[in-house]
């Protein structure tokens, strides 16, 4: 079945809240942004005449983990039902974790509380998922990886969490080979990468922005060697920091940072 991420209904939205979006954007770059305090994990920043959110989880003050059903079998599909989960108190920042098909099932490898429950996907198809090489985004305790998806299968990893998604965007520091600088391709898109093994790093562009544009803003500017596409259009944040909860529309998978407990 050929990957959903409902890329078409989320642009409409995007359409109407463009202009909103940008006011708040200026305000927090004249207002809020010099006096958050340094803990809160979400900031503002202005990259290649883009504007983007950052949200830093150091794995030694953050649990970054994966939610896909709540407690009582049913897919979460959203950042306030996120909020009622038992965890829900201690999540710091959270995005949608990748695509996901009509039934908002994942498309690709999906690993929760060390179970896998959707397997590897490796055959070829038509979207950006099968846009090769693709990769995986995994943690197991206190470390976290991006890699493309044939390597991490090949290193018979049993990661805690697991969420597979396409394209990467920065390989071993080198953009992705097919992305063009002359694209004319620009979308909302959000997406995630790691520096060292103990910090991830997520970014969400308030702009549409093309891939190479957002593969070097990880690369680049955040200092990311591996990163991974998630999704475009549907792209959503839950910031507290900021005010934040994006209710677009319906989304699969959530990747959240959790406080860790004193």
């Not at 340094?38 to 939610?67: G, Q």
């Not at 209710?247 to 699969?252: K, Y």
């Amino acid at each position: 079945m050929t990957p959903i991420s409902l890329t078409s209904s989320g642009a409409l939205f995007r359409t109407a809240i463009t202009g909103f979006a940008v006011l708040i954007f200026i305000g927090l770059l004249t207002g809020g942004a010099t006096a958050r305090p340094e803990s809160d994990p979400c900031r503002p920043v202005r990259y290649a005449d883009s504007n983007f959110v950052i949200c830093t989880a150091d794995l030694r003050k953050y649990e970054v983990r994966l939610f896909w059903r709540g407690p009582d079998g049913s897919v979460l599909g959203s950042f306030d039902r996120l909020k009622e989960t038992p965890e829900g108190s201690r999540v710091a920042f959270a995005m949608n974790a990748g695509m996901y098909r009509e039934d908002r099932s994942p498309v690709g490898l999906y690993v929760e509380d060390g179970k896998e429950l959707k397997a590897a996907n490796t055959r070829s198809g038509p979207g950006n998922f099968h846009l090769k090489p693709n990769g995986i985004f995994y943690v197991k305790g206190r470390r976290a990886g991006v890699l493309e998806t044939g390597v991490f299968l090949k290193r018979n990893i049993r990661p805690d969490y697991a969420t597979q998604s396409g394209p990467m965007l920065v390989i071993n520091g080198q953009i992705h080979p097919q992305f063009s600088e002359q694209s004319t391709s620009r979308k909302i898109r959000n997406g995630i990468g790691v520096k060292g093994q103990g910090t991830v790093v997520f970014a969400i562009s308030e702009d549409p922005v093309t891939f190479s544009t957002f593969a070097r803003l990880f690369r680049d500017e955040l200092g990311c060697a591996n990163a991974l596409f998630l999704d475009g259009s549907v792209s959503s944040l839950y910031a507290p920091s900021l005010g934040r909860v994006d209710t677009f529309m319906p989304i699969g998978p959530i990747v959240g940072a959790l406080r860790r407990r004193p």
